[in-house]
């Protein structure tokens, strides 16, 4: 597994070398899509997390890089 840190905070992925690894992040990329959707519109909007921060902040810079690795991929 790898690291990346994005705005201070740290994710650990699965580089996606096969199909099914690759189908299992545009499946990730969805619920990343929804969750910012949810948090700019929807039932999130102007919800905190425990440390203060808004929730979701940090999901677009996530989907950037999600998105950048399936298409380097594909």
Known sequence: MDKVKING???TYYKP?????TKLYKKQIKRVKEKIK?????????KMSTKGK????DYSALL????????KIE
């Open 9 to 11: 905070y740290s994710y």
């Open 17 to 21: 070398d096969s199909y099914e690894g």
């Open 38 to 46: 949810a948090s700019q519109s929807g039932c999130y909007e102007g």
């Open 54 to 57: 808004p929730l979701y902040q």
């Open 64 to 71: 950037e890089f999600l998105e950048g690795l399936v298409k």
